[in-house]
């Protein structure tokens, strides 16, 4: 499990400084459109995608289902987006004269085919190896795509100077490489003899089961991005670019909660329930050093690196960033209960949290621009960290102050789980 951290690690580390320098060949302007494509894309893969990830995972980890239901269900739901997102993009052509992600012109139609397919085989072949027990190869072969992509930009940004446009289609193959670098890698490295094939009734449940899941998501993705859509309304792709940098920069405080969040799902079953809030617990205090960590490398970058630009969006990465805190914690919680099939306490935290957050962003953004969007965040999160702490207390019978408290022991013996 360590392994397969440290890997996801350096993933995301090529996957960041990759962003950064996108960010300085685009500046704020064109920025804030690749941000807005890549917010689209998340919004409809979700939409479409009627939440089979999560099911997937319940299912394969529960012991459900083998792997050739899980294959059909997976494909079915492929399918499914695919078709689903080339119709809605040639709608949107066809009468609105703009592409359906990046909401420009016919220009921009292949960078957003090849974002979306490459999106859609990496969230479902990346479920795929982690349910059966290949995610240490699935990291390493993430990573050895983003490293490639790493060394691309740099090499055609410091040495080629390209364009934006060359660079925008390096970020959309990114995609489109690593999705079909984990179909291939689940393909060679899994077989099956079983022939259970899917019945009609268990996909239909599983949908049904699915729309729970879906729902969440959709309301999770508009309360994280709500932001992005209201500053565009009422400013322009300048102040979302400069307000997607400081987010970006906030995000690192959920690289280490959103891998191990996965990697635990995969694990529960082998704790005994009186230990979960333990591990809350180190959570609370691993975020902690999180915070330290994300504030000594955003001001590296913002003053030695970023174009000088960016620098106005600074003060806002501050004022999300004890919301962003908060909002770790509550990864774990939610993985935990996704394990458990109890998909109605993470829908019930989605939807208090995007009702919260869009009274806040309507109020605070007209009238402070991203430094109330940054404002709105840290409400809003730092409010339903209170909600999933009530979540627990129910659950576990536990005071509020034990959430809070973490025994040498108790250190040790995650320690050890963790290692193994």
């Known amino acids: 499990m360590l392994r397969t951290l440290f890997i996801r690690m350096v993933y995301m580390s090529f996957m960041f400084i990759a962003g950064l320098i996108l960010s300085n060949i685009a500046l704020p302007e064109r920025f804030g459109i690749i941000s807005l494509l890549i917010l689209n894309a998340s919004l409809l893969s979700i939409i479409t995608g009627l939440g089979t990830e999560s099911i997937v995972l319940h299912k394969v980890a529960r012991d459900k289902w083998k792997l ?162 209201i500053l565009k309304y009422f400013y322009s792709n300048y102040e979302v670019g400069l307000y997607a940098q400081a987010n970006k920069f906030a995000n690192l405080i959920w690289i280490i909660p959103n891998v191990l969040a996965q990697l ?75 394990w458990e099939g109890k998909f109605i306490y993470n829908l019930v935290g989605s939807s208090i949290c995007f009702i919260l957050i869009l009274i806040a962003d309507l109020i605070l953004i007209p009238g402070y621009g991203i430094q109330g969007a940054a404002w709105s965040n840290t409400i809003t999160y730092s409010i339903v960290f209170v909600v999933y702490l009530s979540f627990i207390n129910k659950n576990f019978s536990v005071p509020w102050n034990e959430f809070f408290l973490l025994r040498k022991k108790d250190l040790l013996r995650i320690v050890k789980f963790v290692s193994t």
Not at 198 to 218: H, P, Q
Not at 297 to 304: G, S
């Open 264 to 338: 635990l799902i995969t694990k529960f079953s082998s704790i005994e329930k009186g230990f979960v809030p333990k591990i809350f617990s180190t959570a609370f205090y691993l975020n902690l050093m999180g915070v330290f960590f994300t504030i000594i490398c955003t001001n590296l970058f913002y003053y030695f690196y970023l174009e000088h630009e960016y620098r106005s969006g600074l003060p806002s990465f501050y004022m999300m960033l004890p919301g962003y805190f908060f909002w770790a914690l509550v990864i774990y919680i939610a993985a935990y209960f996704s």
């Open 68 to 229: 050739l239901k899980t294959l059909q269900f997976v494909w079915y739901g492929i399918l499914i987006q695919i078709l689903l997102f080339l119709v809605l993009e040639f709608l949107s052509l066809h009468f609105l004269n703009r592409t359906l992600l990046s909401n420009q012109n016919v220009s921009y139609l292949a960078i957003d085919v090849f974002y979306f397919i490459g999106l859609v085989l990496s969230e479902k072949y990346m479920i795929l190896l982690y349910s059966f027990n290949r995610t240490l190869l699935a990291n390493i072969a993430m990573t050895l795509v983003a490293m490639a992509y790493t060394i691309t930009l740099v090499f055609l940004y410091y040495i080629i100077k390209m364009e934006f446009v060359t660079a925008l289609y390096c970020f959309a193959l990114q995609s489109l490489v690593q999705g079909f670098t984990l179909f291939v890698i689940f393909h060679v490295k899994n077989h099956s003899l079983d022939t259970e094939r899917l019945k009609r009734s268990e996909f239909f449940a599983a949908i049904g089961l699915s729309f729970i899941v879906m729902t969440t998501n959709i309301i999770q993705l508009a309360a994280y991005r709500l932001d992005f859509w």
